[in-house]
């Protein structure tokens, strides 16, 4: 007689089969602390990867930007935008490296191993980068003119500077060290001024340098967008009104600038993750 599953109980099995397999044992799950250096691990990278592709974080040591930055604020600067093909445009604060020892004679930090390596990834601004930030008023083919105490003229077309120039400064200073010019901008360079007129050592105020006092483009880290810290001067930065007047851009040869909006940064790096979901779920059902 057959027992229960087969011949003699053996379920189906002859004599000589092989055993049926057993069960994988179940994976033992990592402890959390065995995961942490690898999680921190991650975070660096990719703070390291934030700062050098898409967002920088900078202090402002002086007031020559007053009052739309004061000194100790910190702000983020998109360094991504220009990845892209986009140029600085008149009214922007950038960041840009010292283009020809403007910062000759200012003191330097002397920061501790922890500020070095935050500075490094990303997490604090740099102390040690010879850096400055200023406000663009001209871009090549522009003509920038400045007389008396202003209004400040580019292309011919005057400037309404009252929204964010220093309280109390006027738009152009009269003085014989650089307060008065009139300048033509090369293609490729910035004309850029602070916006505390009488108190900002900016293009005016370097005409004798190897570029004439510009700012070459390839110099410009990245725009500034947004005053981050201290909470209470948290703030946007955007351009000013008046550099929107379409008169700014009659003589200029720098109308066409190529300008990428931020909605489309982040459709063209979606599109990537999308395909690559799609094709992933394509390969799973032929599976």
Known sequence: MNGPGGPNGTGGRRPGDAPPP????????RSFWKELPLLIGIALVLALLIKTF??????????????????????????????????????????????????????????????????????????EEKDLIKRVVG????????????????NGTALDET????????????????????VKVPEGYLWVMGDHRQNSRDSRYNQSDKNSGMVPVDEVIGRAIVVAWPLNHWST?????????????????????????????????????????????????TR
Request: aromatic content about 8%.
């Open 22 to 29: 057993s069960a994988k044992p179940a994976k033992k799950q």
């Open 54 to 127: 898409l967002v920088q974080a900078f202090s402002i040591p002086s007031a020559s930007m007053q009052n739309t930055l004061t000194i100790g604020d910190r702000v983020l600067v998109d360094k991504l935008t220009p990845w892209f093909g986009s140029e600085p445009e008149r009214g922007e604060v950038v960041v840009f490296h010292d283009p020809a020892d403007w910062l000759a004679g200012e003191p330097t930090a002397d920061p501790n191993a922890l500020q070095t390596f935050l500075s490094w990834i990303g997490l604090m601004p740099s102390a």
């Open 139 to 154: 871009v090549g083919g522009d003509t920038v003119e400045c007389k008396g105490t202003g209004p400040l003229k580019v």
């Open 163 to 182: 929204s964010y120039v220093y309280a109390g400064n006027t738009p152009c200073s009269v003085d014989d060290q650089g307060g008065q010019f009139k």
């Open 237 to 285: 930065l955007p351009v000013p009104d008046t550099f929107d007047q379409s008169a700014l851009n009659d003589a200029s040869s720098a109308a066409g600038a190529l300008t990428v909006a931020p909605q489309g940064l982040a459709l063209a790096g979606a599109v990537p993750f999308v395909l690559w979901r799609r094709r992933r779920a394509g390969a799973a059902e």
